[in-house]
């Protein structure tokens, strides 16, 4: 299975806008780390929506490549998110992704976000991704 | 009630990376426009996720606006997208907001994401806000 | 394609606790009603949150047989629903289904649900089925 | 902060339908169990989706109960589940719910339903609970 840094030298080709890290992947689990920019930020000093979503949907896609594969053609199907404390603008947003189910067409997953250092989640996002059925096993 | 124009102005000082332009407001719904930029594509050339969900934040957030007025306190608290087809790299993405309820403390509406000129949807999100239980009315 | 009446067939062999009749199917949308007994109220005189929940689920489920024919392999993998306002204890549920995608693997739709003879939605769900994707076509 | 039986019984009577057995409450957490009844199979030896959905509104409600006290006029505002496995028909189904925020006026919390006595979980809810602002604290 493909280590942290084989994800993350794929994220870059794959993903080239997102600006997260992978720190941890492995056993069903992933842990990615977005450093937020200024224009990633609304009026008051937090942290735009579509940041979260994004780093939580890269969360889920890092978690099961490290459990299929380096797999580009795994896509989000559904993302439910709840907001729910608004993220300090001086804190990278830190994804913690556990997988529930690795299926053989869909896996599902959850994400808690947090703003770094912070112990209570600023959002908790569940994502199903739909999987090419016939990828090597 | 505001118009397309006014909310069109606050979006622009509220979320200013915002480039989503207001087409039409008013009825418990609302249209908006994005032009897709060259880093919102994913590898395949199509139009990233997170490009999708914005855009339908932003529908929401504008079909409000035009039910209770200019009211910056209102927040997201929950989105559901479904993803349904890849969109085209090459057209703009347009989301069609239809508010289904707006309460005391609660609005719920759905959005359905087009790439522009084409028939079917290539997404579909259900959000609710938040909304400032002792606004003006 | 079957017809309601087929449907309605279909449904009190697979569903034989149902108490859902098929009014309306056909043109990607169908339409169920629910007469509610009184083992499925709440205190206050108002419909179960599990009660909607199921009409919404069946209401989805003959929208998709109305277009695939009747494929008992089906199966719901999400299911979003949000509770609008309550619905009164005297009122059969209908459930209004619209599919938005019927594709190879996936189906998704959304469903009103209503206080029969009430204008306003008492709730609002967006579903997925998984379909079988060697069906016959 | 009331015990299991506390709920129970409020339960009990608030729930007079439910079969719902709170097994443990506290710690911004719950377990319920519900026996499975011969009319909540579906074909084929399974559990209805609705029989989860309800397990899992229930043990939802009975966390929020186990951190704000017996409040009569908490209702589920929005509720998301994916479906997982199929459970079989002869093991009751267990509600494992964690709350991830009780705030003010919404309470967000998660639950893993499984099939009594397997490892898997057969769904996985998030729900979101709207609380009386003005409660007894």
Excluded: W
């Excluded at 979260?52 to 978690?63: G, N």
């Excluded at 439910?80 to 830190?94: C, E, G, Q, S």
């Excluded at 997988?99 to 250092?117: D, H």
């Amino acid at each position: 299975m493909p280590s942290a840094t084989d994800i993350s030298d794929f994220l870059a080709a794959e993903f080239p806008q997102t600006k997260c890290r992978v720190d941890a992947v492995g056993g069903m689990s992933a842990t990615v780390r977005h450093e937020v920019g200024p224009h990633e930020l609304r009026p008051g000093g937090t942290v735009s929506g579509p940041v979260l979503m994004t780093v939580a949907d890269v969360a889920l896609y890092v978690a099961i490549l490290g459990e299929i594969g380096i797999v580009p053609l795994a896509v989000t199907t559904n993302l439910n998110i709840n907001f729910l404390r608004k993220p300090p603008a001086d804190r990278a947003i830190v994804g913690v992704c556990k997988l529930i189910k690795v299926g053989r067409t869909l896996a599902v997953g959850e994400v808690a976000l947090y703003s770094e250092g912070l112990p209570e989640p600023v959002a908790h996002v569940v994502g199903t991704y739909a999987l090419p059925p016939d990828r090597p096993r």
